[in-house]
T-cell receptor, first 116, second 114 residues
């Protein structure tokens, strides 16, 4: 039973390009969460999705960032026109049902985005 | 506005001794608290959790204590082992907005010396 899979592990983009980060949740998990970790900081919540629905995007920047979790395929976090401040580790987590306290969320290994 | 704070960025402990990691929170709406362990280049791994209706939860070498009146929780690891060396994040859930998101502290780097 594979864990949460994120790809790519490392992504380098030039300023102004688009970054697409993928997250395949654990088998049977229909709830996905994206977190961002800036250097020397803790993880910050970005968005919570269920299949085909955005449940909570209160942590997502209003511009340039979008997320989706289609019926088929992985969840995608998309960052348009990247800037240096977007450089961070982006973590995806999944759970079989709404967590805390009923179940825990399992994290992927993250995608480290570097904007040059 | 940091709602979950880990004021010690690092902690060093001798192997076999107790490690105590501390965490403070400001939002009284949090009702569930978790500790995650993170190795370099990996995602956080769930360690132990506690509901706000309890004041202690134990799992093997790991015990989490919650003091609601002080808005403080701590993670005790005893005995500490070199493999415990990692960054430990305190996290909380249940505040405003979606109850499904976690609010993380900035982490404490634990080093267990052999």
């Amino acid at each position: 039973n594979a864990g949460v899979m994120q790809n790519p592990r490392h992504l380098v983009r030039r300023r102004g390009q688009e970054a697409r980060l993928r997250c395949s949740p654990m088998k049977g998990h229909s709830h996905v969460y994206w977190y961002r970790q800036l250097p020397e900081e803790g993880l910050k919540f970005m968005v919570y999705l269920q299949k085909e629905n955005i449940i909570d995007e209160s942590g997502m920047p209003k511009e340039r960032f979008s997320a989706e979790f289609p019926k088929e395929g992985p969840s995608i976090l998309r960052i348009q026109q990247v800037v240096r401040g977007d450089s961070a580790a982006y973590f995806c987590a999944s759970s079989p049902s709404p967590p805390f306290p009923n179940t825990e969320a399992f994290f992927g290994q993250g995608t480290r985005l570097t904007v040059v | 506005d940091q709602q979950v704070k880990q004021n010690s960025p690092s902690l060093s402990v001798q192997e076999g001794r107790i490690s105590i990691l501390n965490c403070d929170y400001t939002n009284s709406m949090f009702d569930y608290f978790l500790w995650y362990k993170k190795y370099p280049a990996e995602g956080p791994t769930f360690l132990i959790s506690i509901s706000s209706i309890k004041d202690k939860n134990e799992d093997g070498r790991f015990t989490v204590f919650l003091n609601k009146s002080a808005k403080h929780l701590s993670l005790h690891i005893v005995p500490s082992q070199p493999g415990d060396s990692a960054v430990y994040f305190c996290a909380a859930s249940g505040a405003s907005g979606s109850a499904r998101q976690l609010t993380f502290g900035s982490g404490t780097q634990l080093t267990v010396l052999p």
